[in-house]
């Protein structure tokens, strides 16, 4: 323990924990992972890693890791954003040999055909994926889209991970049924941003996912980092049956922010640090004043906001997308909130 009572090294002590806890895991699954692989690809069907988790857990964080890591694989990511901006996509553009960006709706429910038809596409290609990773949207029911892709003829499932923002484990209202949901179906559970908590709420936390998912492995990341193979190993298991989400992505609304130039930080730090009620998560490109020269990813989750620099070209450069509730927040507190900081709002 710390002087003033923070238990610093408890935490430090948790992190060696999990490192060895994934030194041992690798070691288990690095040999069997390919011979498993080729096995099943012999059976003629095309894997699919499923990568769900609410809004900011850190999915595409985790899609980038999959990608650059050396796996020696043809990989096809798909990633889904409900809102018509897909910054994800662009998040992995460059890390991704072939990336599908799917937007304007959820692939648990109103984008359900969407994926249907992307994924019978792949198998068309004279170059079939030797493995799809499909990021959902924060908002996907993760247990609906194992269904959709358990129905399609020619996939099958290789593993379903949920990335959870230790942070933000007990929402209220929908949001919790959602992360409910997302978690029930996991085979592999990622409590993430393990630096962002106490041990107390890390042990809260992962007691809450260990009733919710009995069966999952629970795994506390930083950075959503984990060894490839864990989540690139087949170890699916289907979940019973939840019947129909009573949340989709109607009860979830994005709005647009357009700003032409860069902003100074200041500004934008007082924009972020008191945000409008029902927001639930900001991200986008943007450069500020003082750096005009590099563009940055902004991300914010809740009241957490961070800046990373971009290495490659985006599109969607000065916009922002603005993710929360339906009714819960309102496009004109929005519009004033970022007016006065050069951002003009539009809806999606
Ligand atoms: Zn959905």
């Known amino acids: 323990m710390a002087e003033n009572g923070m238990p610093i090294v408890d935490t430090a002590v948790e992190i060696a924990k999990a490192y060895d806890t994934l030194q041992y895991l690798m070691g288990m699954v690095e040999v069997d992972a390919m011979e498993r692989r080729q096995i099943q690809t012999s059976a003629g069907s095309i894997p699919v890693s499923i990568v769900g988790g609410f809004l900011g857990a850190g999915k595409t964080t985790l899609l980038r890791r999959l990608l650059i890591a050396p796996h020696n694989m043809h990989i096809t990511a798909i990633v889904n954003d409900f809102a018509d901006l897909n910054i994800d996509a662009e998040l992995i553009a460059d890390v991704a040999d072939d990336a599908i960006a799917l937007t304007n709706g959820c692939v648990c429910c109103s984008q359900s055909g969407g994926i249907a038809r992307v994924l019978t596409k792949l198998t068309a290609d004279t170059s079939v994926p030797e493995l799809v990773l499909l990021e959902t949207s924060g908002v996907a029911d993760v247990w609906a889209v194992a269904q959709t892709v358990e129905s399609l003829p020619g996939f099958r499932i290789d593993c379903v991970t949920t990335v959870v923002d230790a942070a933000a484990v007990a929402y209220s209202g929908k949001v919790d049924y959602l992360l409910q949901r997302q978690t029930v179906a996991a085979d592999l559970l990622l409590l993430n941003k393990m630096d962002l908590v106490s041990p107390a709420t890390a042990a809260e936390?992962?007691?809450?996912?260990?009733?919710?998912?009995?069966?999952?492995?629970?795994?506390?990341?930083?950075?959503?980092?984990?060894?490839?193979?864990?989540?690139?190993?087949?170890?699916?298991?289907?979940?019973?049956?939840?019947?129909?989400?009573?949340?989709?992505?109607?009860?979830?609304?994005?709005?647009?922010?357009?700003?032409?130039?860069?902003?100074?930080?200041?500004?934008?730090?007082?924009?972020?640090?008191?945000?409008?009620?029902?927001?639930?998560?900001?991200?986008?490109?943007?450069?500020?004043?003082?750096?005009?020269?590099?563009?940055?990813?902004?991300?914010?989750?809740?009241?957490?906001?961070?800046?990373?620099?971009?290495?490659?070209?985006?599109?969607?450069?000065?916009?922002?997308?603005?993710?929360?509730?339906?009714?819960?927040?309102?496009?004109?507190?929005?519009?004033?909130?970022?007016?006065?900081?050069?951002?003009?709002?539009?809806?999606?």
């Open 205 to 348: 936390a992962e007691t809450r996912l260990e009733q919710l998912a009995p069966r999952a492995q629970i795994l506390r990341t930083i950075d959503c980092a984990v060894p490839h193979d864990v989540i690139l190993s087949p170890r699916y298991h289907a979940s019973g049956e939840l019947g129909r989400s009573i949340v989709d992505d109607s009860h979830f609304s994005a709005l647009r922010l357009v700003i032409d130039g860069p902003i100074d930080r200041t500004v934008l730090e007082r924009c972020l640090s008191a945000l409008p009620s029902g927001v639930l998560r900001i991200k986008g490109f943007l450069r500020l004043s003082d750096s005009p020269n590099c563009l940055q990813a902004l991300q914010v989750v809740g009241r957490r906001w961070r800046l990373n620099p971009v290495e490659n070209e985006v599109s969607s450069e000065g916009q922002l997308v603005v993710i929360g509730l339906e009714g819960a927040m309102e496009k004109n507190l929005v519009q004033a909130h970022f007016a006065p900081a050069g951002f003009q709002v539009l809806s999606l």
